[in-house]
């Protein structure tokens, strides 16, 4: 697609894009001019890019993106359309596409194309959430949405809801201040908080920012927390009430811990129990697979994202929680946004839906998928992205030159790694391993994980991974990636491998 440059085009065209608005009556016609570009230039950069990845590493991306953008405050703009197609292809040229089959290093999902149509408008009518007078039908959309979504975790419950997050790590903040401020008002000092050491780290982030003490560190074998660990560990919390967090769906393997388990013993001392399921809460939708979080239901605040396992666009995550009156905390006054009387009156309160005061409408996009496919319709694409994982884990323990983690694979995720890093002394193994992942990625060919996780014999070792999040990989692509690692094996260089970095052993970032 070419783009004509500032002194060939019309200036006056030009001029009134670059300072179009969006809305309105005229801005949809001046907003479609300019969609064009877009789609024309991620198109063409998708093409440049050939793959999963820009080819050639760092410097190589950082010098084409400079090449369009630089000066990028020039005393002269240069127009909407040239800005537009040089930075999106740039862009696009230089991403890593969760689309291709083969980037499935991180819970990182090819959104839906409804998705993201729902999510332009949401960006062209830029309701802003935090009041009713900016955001009139938005507001409905919010409030059926997260109902559909707090019915879906908490079936038959008197009173669930659900907030819109931006993530995993917002909710989980959120549900541990709700989970302080119930301890509070119960006259407690503080809370102490009870994780599995497969705990994804915004537990401890959302504990130190609150002001709460480090939680508590509880055993997991293979992956999982243990419910005797659990028994024992909240048999001395200092006298405090305690707040226990289980996780469905680690990040590194996609595992999920014993919710039943766990909510009978958490229920046998007292203390309550959230469930961080970022990545498997969607396994809600499926009926073959929802079997899978059972005893989920037995959780005060439930964690999960649709930017995971739900094909929206950044960012889409949501706390449910089983009563609505949990929420009570988070109500505030502000006169200029829900003043009593507006209130009294009518005006719906979003002040305490969120812990933000700006934010986008977010929902917007989930109601659209939501219409779009139903439950069953989601529930397949979910069902599709296990089964996948399945066949790879199949294929990977059919090929003599590759192994599998032992033991059962994540929700959709697979450890694996050469069968030749066995053979050398383990550092080295490691070694030969993460630099199979960095030759994939400099050559474009394939964006991995990595994870370190115990072996058989309960050594850590680090483990290749695959996170499939792809809504329509097939069979022959799962082929290609396996051979893509076996040649990189093959070829794989002292320059490249070098050491392998220490790698976080408490779930990571996701």
């Known amino acids: 697609m070419t783009i004509p440059s ?75 359309e040239t800005a537009l197609y040089g930075l999106v292809r740039a862009v696009a040229e230089g991403a890593a596409d969760p689309a291709d089959p083969a980037c499935v290093a991180h819970l990182h999902c090819p959104p839906l194309a409804v998705a993201v149509a729902a999510d332009l408008a949401a960006s062209a009518l830029n309701p802003s959430m935090d009041s009713w007078d900016q955001a009139p039908a938005a507001a409905v959309i919010e409030e059926r949405t997260t109902a559909a979504l707090a019915a879906l975790v908490y079936p038959g419950m008197a009173a669930p809801d659900a907030l819109i997050t ?62 005797s660990a659990l028994d024992r560990a909240l048999h001395d919390t200092d006298g405090l009430p305690a707040l226990v967090v289980a996780t ?13 388990e766990l909510a009978r013993v958490a229920a046998a001392h007292g203390a309550e129990l959230h469930v961080d399921a970022a990545y498997g809460g969607p396994l ?30 950044v960012a889409a995550g949501v706390l449910a929680v089983a009563d609505a009156g949990t929420l009570q905390p988070l109500s505030l006054t502000a006169d200029y946004l829900n003043a009593d009387d507006d209130t009294e009156a009518g005006m719906p309160d979003l002040l305490g839906r969120s812990i933000r005061t700006s934010r986008r409408p977010d929902a917007l996009k989930i109601a659209a998928t939501l219409r779009a496919l139903g439950r069953d319709g989601i529930g397949a694409l979910v069902e599709h992205c296990v089964d996948t994982a399945a066949q790879l884990a199949r294929r990977i323990d059919a090929d003599p030159g590759l192994r599998r983690r032992p033991g059962d ?79 990189s094996a093959s070829a794989n260089g002292p320059a490249v491998v070098g050491r392998a970095a220490p790698t976080r052993t408490d779930g990571g970032p996701r």
């Open 6 to 80: 500032p002194a060939t085009a019309d200036r006056h065209t030009a001029h009134r894009l670059s300072t179009a608005v969006a809305g309105g009556a005229q801005g949809p016609g001046d907003l479609r001019a300019l969609t064009t570009v877009v789609l024309g230039a991620l198109a063409d950069g998708a093409v440049a890019r050939g793959g999963p990845l820009p080819a050639g590493g760092p410097d190589a991306v950082t010098e084409r993106v400079l090449a369009v953008c630089a000066p990028l405050l020039p005393e002269q703009g240069v127009g909407a």
């Open 166 to 227: 931006s993530g995993g790590t917002e909710s989980n903040l959120v549900a541990l201040l709700l989970a302080r401020e119930r301890a509070r008002s119960a006259g407690a000092r503080s809370l102490r908080v009870l994780c599995g050491t497969n705990a994804h780290h915004s537990i401890a982030r959302a504990a130190w920012i609150l002001g709460l003490p480090a939680p508590v560190t509880v055993e997991c074998r293979a992956g999982r927390m243990l419910p």
């Open 248 to 260: 469905a769906g680690t990040t590194d393997e996609g595992l999920i811990d014993p919710l039943p």
């Open 284 to 313: 809600l939708f499926s009926d073959r697979l929802a079997a899978r979080l059972h005893g989920i239901e037995s959780a005060v605040s439930v964690t999960f994202d649709l930017h995971k396992l739900g094909w929206q666009p």
């Open 409 to 487: 694979i994540g929700i959709s995720t697979v450890l694996f790694r050469p069968t030749a890093a066995d053979a050398l002394p383990a550092e080295d193994g490691d070694a030969h391993v993460a630099g199979i992942r960095r030759r994939l990625m400099l050559d474009g060919r394939a964006v991995l994980g990595r994870a370190v996780a115990e072996d058989a014999d309960g050594t850590p070792r680090l483990w290749l991974k695959a996170t499939l999040l792809h809504p329509r990989t097939q069979s022959a692509e799962l082929d290609v990636l396996l051979k893509s690692v076996a040649e």
